[in-house]
């Protein structure tokens, strides 16, 4: 039973912690990929290069046997790669994995490519999902015409649908207004499609941890999505199953400045999630401070009374030998892995969804 849905980057690191979930909680989890964003945005030679990167990583770590879903919504939409829409070049890379295409409101060509291309025989799913923003649920007979225009004729090529309400960042929004926005949609929406599953997702990670934490120091989080999450499924008359965007900000980009700026601008970090909340610990540059800072990271970390403790999951067992600087020193890049997998861990087994 798929309990969990992570929202993540298609990336490395969001890879390699696919591989390293034990059974009980990869079988628990149906996976949201989103091309990752990019300055300056993907031109259609590098776009093919990192679908096929994409493609190897997920049949290495994933593999062929599990659902997941792939979008591309955090790039440009105008591209043609090798003479076809980059959605239906994405898609058709995937070939042979479970993957479940996303289509969305004001995305017409991108849903008429999911059409023509399952019509062709080229998609095997027979679930498709609609991913919905905020501007999109906050009323649904006002978006209905469009629901009818932009998604019908997708829709009627599919057995069912996998209704999502993707909030984005959700520090600004009214809990008991959006819950019951979310609700209120779901309940119209059911009764007017085949639904299978209804899922909520959302983060309280701005683009930027500057906005959240100053540097050196350290911040609480209340989880604001997981509020709306239990509100909404308390006013819909259906089951939901919850989602979020792990550890990374779903406005997430890779940085566009100078490589030469990097040790200067940029600071170590660490996310750890407990009790409907995120422990937030941001350093100095790396330029003032040093990568060793995560020793001091980690330590203070492991010294929480909500820190699960060794043999948890992979994650707590790196964050653990990180204090007691066993192995290499951690790097921004190498803290990726373990945080998304104690996340995803304790979104199954220890979180109240």
Not at 196 to 207: E, L, N, W
Not at 218 to 243: C, F, Q
């Amino acid at each position: 039973m798929i309990r969990y849905i992570p929202f993540l980057k298609a990336k490395r690191g969001e890879f390699t912690a696919m591989g390293a979930l034990v059974p009980k909680v990869k079988q628990a989890i149906c996976p949201f990929f989103d091309f990752p964003r990019r300055k300056p945005d993907y031109k259609a030679d590098a776009y093919a290069a990192k679908a096929h990167s994409i493609a190897t990583s997920l049949k290495k770590h994933w593999g062929t046997d599990a659902e997941f879903y792939f979008d591309d919504l955090d790039i440009g939409q105008k591209l043609t790669v090798k003479g076809e829409h980059q959605y239906v070049y994405m898609l058709k890379t995937l070939k042979g994995l479970q993957v479940i295409p996303v289509v969305a409101l004001d995305r017409i060509k991108h849903n008429d490519a999911v059409t023509q291309l399952k019509r062709d025989g080229g998609i095997a799913s027979a679930t498709v999902a609609f991913r919905a923003e905020q501007g999109d649920f906050e009323d649904f007979e006002a978006k209905q015409d469009q629901i009818d225009y932009d998604l019908a004729t997708v829709f009627k090529e599919f057995e069912g649908i996998d209704l999502i309400f993707d909030c984005r960042v959700c520090s600004g929004l009214d809990v008991s207004l959006t819950a019951q926005q979310i609700a209120a949609f779901a309940r119209k929406f059911c009764k007017s499609y085949d639904v299978r599953r209804v899922i909520i997702t959302g983060s309280s990670i701005p683009g930027s941890l500057r906005d959240l934490v100053k540097p050196n120091s350290t911040e609480t989080v209340t989880r604001r999505e997981l509020a709306i999450i239990s509100k909404a499924r308390d006013l819909a008359d259906a089951d939901v199953v919850a989602g979020d965007y792990a550890t990374v900000s779903p406005f997430y980009s890779d940085a566009d400045f100078d490589p030469k700026l990097f040790q200067k601008l940029t600071a170590p970090r660490l996310i750890y999630s407990f009790n409907h909340s995120h422990y937030v610990a941001r350093g100095i540059s790396l330029e003032s401070g040093g990568q060793t800072q995560y020793v001091g990271l980690t330590k203070a970390l492991c010294g929480q009374v909500y820190f699960r403790g060794r043999g948890y999951s992979a994650g707590e067992d790196y964050f653990d030998d990180k204090r007691r600087r066993i192995g290499k020193n951690a790097t921004n890049g190498t803290v990726v892995t373990p945080s998304v997998v104690a996340h995803i861990t304790y979104m199954v087994l220890g979180a109240k969804l």
